[in-house]
């Protein structure tokens, strides 16, 4: 793999105003996947394996912005929210986030972890028949991160630790609000399909890399060092390491 410590900064699409990535020199890195995957608990095992090495790090996620995060989380539990209202709804959350976290953390040379970034956004508008084009225009304002990782594992072992860790299938990542019949664990497998199908479209566009989830733990944690440390410096990682 090619070392890309010294890639500069540059966004997708015009980007924010007054904003220069080449002052950015910070790492972004993403891990993306479905509930399920041990996309968390990955983001967890890595930030620590970071900080030891002495690198500061913030994370970002999912409804996490102050000014949006707690409103949407509110508004979803009425699962009534148009695929335009939702979509709309987290661009917000992640155009705050952008601006107040993100940014300032890679001008401040920090490490930053996102749990989930825009390409998880993407596919679900896309799943829901939200146009495509419109949706790439959007997220326009997102930086090009240093590394994705999509974790991905098959719709039944997602349902399997779904129902484990919480009990049940929530209502949106079951896609109901699109199928809105049936059975909820048959949605939740056509649903997890189609963002599947659609993740692999975006994987030969954005170039991010597909992780097997379906391992240990451990074993996924440590294959996802060892492509992180492609990320950082090597003079200093070096250091650090000793």
């Known amino acids: 793999m090619e070392n890309i410590a010294l890639t500069p900064k540059k966004f997708y699409g015009q980007g924010l105003p007054n904003v220069d990535p080449g002052k950015l020199t910070g790492k972004l890195i993403v891990i993306e996947g479905a509930d399920g995957s041990g996309r968390t608990t990955q983001i967890n095992l ?22 949006v995060g707690a409103e949407l989380e509110e508004a979803m539990q009425g699962n009534t929210l148009s695929p335009i209202t939702l979509s709309l709804f987290y661009a917000t959350d992640f155009a705050d986030q952008l601006e ?10 920090f490490i930053v972890l996102a749990d989930r970034y825009i390409y998880t956004l993407m596919a679900r508008d ?14 326009g304002i997102a930086l090009v991160p240093d590394a994705v990782f999509y974790l991905k594992a098959g719709p ?20 109901m609000d699109i199928q809105r ?23 030969e566009h954005y170039g ?9 733990p451990n074993t996924i944690s440590q294959d996802l060092i060892s492509k992180v440390r492609f990320i950082l410096s090597p003079l200093e990682l070096n250091g650090r390491e000793e």
């Open 181 to 203: 019949s049936g059975d909820r664990y048959e949605c939740f497998i056509k649903y997890h399909r189609k963002i599947q199908n659609i993740f692999g479209e975006m994987q």
């Open 208 to 216: 991010f890399e597909s992780v097997n989830a379906g391992r240990a």
């Open 46 to 67: 890595l930030s620590d394996w970071l900080e030891r090495l002495g690198y500061a790090t913030t994370r970002v996620g999912l409804k996490r912005s102050k000014l």
């Open 126 to 139: 896309i799943a829901r028949g939200v146009d495509p084009a419109w949706v790439r225009e959007v997220y």
């Open 100 to 109: 107040k976290t993100i940014i300032p953390a890679l001008k401040s040379d």
């Open 156 to 175: 039944e072992l997602l349902a399997e630790r779904n129902f484990k860790n919480k009990g049940g299938l929530d209502y949106w990542e079951s896609g």
